[in-house]
């Protein structure tokens, strides 16, 4: 992902925001504070025949101690033009190689119970369900939200031998 894919990220970003089952954002950021809050790498885009951006993924550290430096959170979106066409799975396939070749070990991802289609998504990619947080968040017109949490062990980085 480069600064010049950014408006279409932000508008599918926004899109996701304004479905409202994707984050509990309610707004989408500049391109800098969206870029320094995540990981420099992976952060992919799908692009299409036309050079148009499809959809994006990136990752965001979960912690900044060392002892987690292999664990991120994920944040996967899909324009709504081009949902359940692949373009999920692939971002997400990518996003899983890629993240191995960086060393990281654990994949996280929070995801509204509603969100069907993400969470056959992670399934689909390997993740598996841990728990749901009950009523972890608030969105902005005041509604509680749980979020089911889904994690993906890598089998080739930290894997016992």
């Known amino acids: 992902m480069t600064a010049d894919d ?11 925001i304004a479905a409202g089952n994707a984050t509990f ?10 870029r320094t809050s995540r990981l420099a790498e992976p952060c992919l885009v799908a692009h299409g025949d036309g050079e148009e951006v499809l959809g994006w993924a ?3 550290a979960a912690s900044s101690r060392p002892v987690y430096r292999g664990v991120a959170e994920v944040s996967i979106y899909v324009d709504p033009e081009h949902a359940r066409c692949g373009v999920g799975r692939a971002l997400l396939v990518a996003l899983v190689e890629a993240s191995e070749h960086l ?7 929070g995801i509204f119970p ?9 399934e689909s990619c390997g993740f598996r369900l841990l728990g749901t947080h009950e009523r972890i968040g608030q969105m ?3 509604r509680w939200r749980d979020v089911v949490l889904y994690e993906r062990r890598s089998e080739v980085v930290g894997a016992d031998s």
């Open 6 to 16: 950014w408006p279409s990220v932000a508008r599918i970003y926004g899109a996701g």
């Open 140 to 142: 902005p017109d005041g």
């Open 25 to 34: 954002e309610h707004a989408v950021p500049g391109w800098e504070q969206w």
């Open 58 to 60: 990136a990752l965001t």
């Open 114 to 122: 509603e969100n069907e289609a993400s969470i056959a998504l992670h």
């Open 103 to 109: 060393g990281l070990w654990t994949l996280r991802a």
